[in-house]
């Protein structure tokens, strides 16, 4: 079947240094996506999300980009702190399956101070 | 707002019993609540989709008869895991959406880590 997938299993950062993190889909009808932080032991904290019909969003420090072209989602996280140590997970949403989120393998960021 | 609560955090308890997990939308009614287990160091599996008022709906292979679901209100949903066996040991995860107009996301709880010696 069809999933999310990312290509970095860790990704160690220097304390101030920029973040990219990215993920592939699979699926073309996904029309929603959203980027998830987990801390160990947590449950996922939400982050920032996209629709399909943007390119990119920014939040505070973070940024989205979709390229439908090639689909591939990305997080970028400016000025990394350590409390940016934790796990992140793109989602893919199916619509067409009753909304329901499909997560991809997640990526381990390590803030090095 | 859009707190999700999860009770108990985690639990422990002998093979062949059976154990209830509360899964609470605190501020706000969620019109659906998803059940996920997550395995150390993998991804989120969706176990079940859950509506107020229905039945919930199973992914494919996880067992309905051993993951009962109940949604009752708006603002709670249980999963009770029957028969529990070590192999069940898991970290459960419950979702809600609800609580923000246009949001197609999910709001998570805490997590329960489930130990079946």
């Known amino acids: 079947g069809e999933s999310v997938g990312l290509h970095l299993p860790t990704l160690s950062v220097q304390e101030g240094d920029n973040s990219i993190i990215n993920c592939a889909y699979s699926?073309?009808?996904?029309?929603?996506f959203i980027w998830y932080k987990q801390e160990s032991g947590k449950g996922p904290q939400f982050i920032i999300d996209?629709?399909?019909?943007?390119d990119k969003r920014q939040g505070q420090r973070v940024t989205v980009l979709l390229n439908k072209t090639v689909k591939h989602l990305s997080l970028q996280i400016a000025a990394t702190q350590p409390g940016d140590s934790a796990v992140y997970f793109c989602?893919?949403?199916?619509?067409?399956?009753?909304?329901?989120?499909?997560f991809g393998g997640g990526t381990r960021v390590l803030v090095k101070p | 707002g859009a707190v999700v609560s999860q009770h108990p955090s985690w639990v422990i308890c002998k093979s062949g019993t059976s154990v209830k997990i509360e899964c609470r939308s605190l501020d706000f009614q969620a019109t659906t609540m998803f059940w996920y287990r997550q395995f150390p160091k993998q991804s989120l599996m969706l176990m079940a989709t859950s509506n107020e008022g229905s039945k919930a709906t199973y992914e494919q292979g996880v067992e309905k008869d051993k993951f009962l679901i109940n949604h009752a209100s708006l603002t709670l949903s249980t999963l009770t895991v029957t028969s529990a066996h070590p192999e069940d040991s898991s970290f459960y995860i419950c979702?809600?959406?609800?609580?923000?107009?246009?949001?197609?996301?999910?709001?998570f709880g805490p997590g329960t880590r489930l130990t079946v010696l």
């Open positions: 989602a893919e949403n199916q619509g067409a399956a009753g909304n329901k989120l499909t």
């Open positions: 996209i629709r399909s019909n943007m």
């Open positions: 699926n073309s009808a996904s029309d929603y």
């Open positions: 979702s809600a959406r609800g609580g923000r107009t246009g949001f197609l996301g999910q709001f």
